[in-house]
């Protein structure tokens, strides 16, 4: 892994499936070395607008830049060195034990039959133990309860090096101990970190910067003391919020309300405007 990740950029990204605009014109950055957080109500496009940046997800039009290389016109060999992946839910259906998902991470660097060589099992044993599952090595990922399912799926991402790391949602079903062990060890990652989140206090508590996805479109992005208010959650979300300074981590809190509307009432142009973003600073957890 790079030491402090790589630049990436999306320039006007729109993505059509099955005919359906999905997202929209989307532009964001997250710099080298910090924590992009993208956040939204179900179905704003946040899991789409990252499956284009680590590429399973052609763009329609519009330019993902890792670095100064056009993401989708590299061969598949450099994505995979490039960008690893966490999602919320991944290969629990198959009979591969913890060791052997951790392990995959390496076939990037050997290819699918190369053969493992020191540097990849130090990879391993390194990713194993940053993540705590070094004693879930033989057991079958299928046994695992989620949290520790999570943890082995970060633990393959840190085996692959790569400069960039996305994550879907990681902390759904997670619980509260769960939550901040996984982020806490993101945010201290020597790469570019990209994540989607529901929670917006961990959102705001780990990210350096957010982009707020309102029906396809990209309608707020900043710092999270910029772009959390509570007329922003009323508009994007639908429901009142609170929001003040958290004194544990200096960084801005919500507590939630009423729904202000039901969710099928809410307005095809319900957007708030753009706030600009301040310069970034990789989050870190107090």
Not at 4 to 29: C, F, K, L
Not at 66 to 89: E, F, M, R, S
């Amino acid at each position: 892994m790079s030491d402090n990740g790589i630049e990436v950029h999306a320039h006007e990204i729109d993505i059509d499936i099955a005919g359906i605009r999905i997202v929209s014109g989307a532009t964001m950055s997250a710099p080298a070395g910090t924590v992009v957080g993208l956040i939204g109500p179900n179905g704003s496009g946040k899991s789409s607008l990252l499956k284009a940046i680590y590429r399973i997800l052609r763009p329609t039009a519009g330019v993902v830049m890792t670095g100064d290389d056009d993401l989708w016109t590299k061969p598949p060999a450099y994505a995979a060195n490039t960008i690893a992946v966490v999602l919320q839910d991944d290969l629990t259906e198959f009979e591969f034990t913890v060791g052997e998902i951790v392990a995959l991470g390496r076939v990037p660097h050997r290819g699918r039959f190369g053969r493992r060589t020191q540097d990849d099992e130090r990879a391993i044993s390194s990713a194993m133990q940053a993540t705590a599952t070094e004693h879930l090595a033989d057991r079958y990922i299928a046994t695992l309860s989620g949290g520790e399912r999570q943890r082995v799926f970060l633990a393959r991402a840190l085996a692959q090096q790569t400069p960039v790391l996305v994550l879907d949602e990681p902390t759904n079903h997670l619980d509260v101990l769960a939550q901040i062990e996984m982020l806490d060890l993101v945010v201290g990652l020597p790469a570019t970190v990209l994540v989607a989140l529901h929670d917006l206090n961990l959102a705001a508590t780990y990210c350096d910067r957010l982009y707020v996805l309102d029906q396809g479109r990209i309608v707020a992005h900043g710092t999270p003391a910029e772009v959390l208010t509570s007329e922003l959650v009323a508009t994007v979300y639908g429901v009142a919020a609170q929001v003040w300074t958290n004194p544990l981590t200096g960084r801005p809190a919500l507590a939630f309300g009423s729904a202000l509307r039901p969710r099928a009432h809410r307005s095809d142009n319900a957007m708030s405007p753009s706030v600009t973003a301040s310069t970034p600073h990789k989050g870190q957890h107090s």
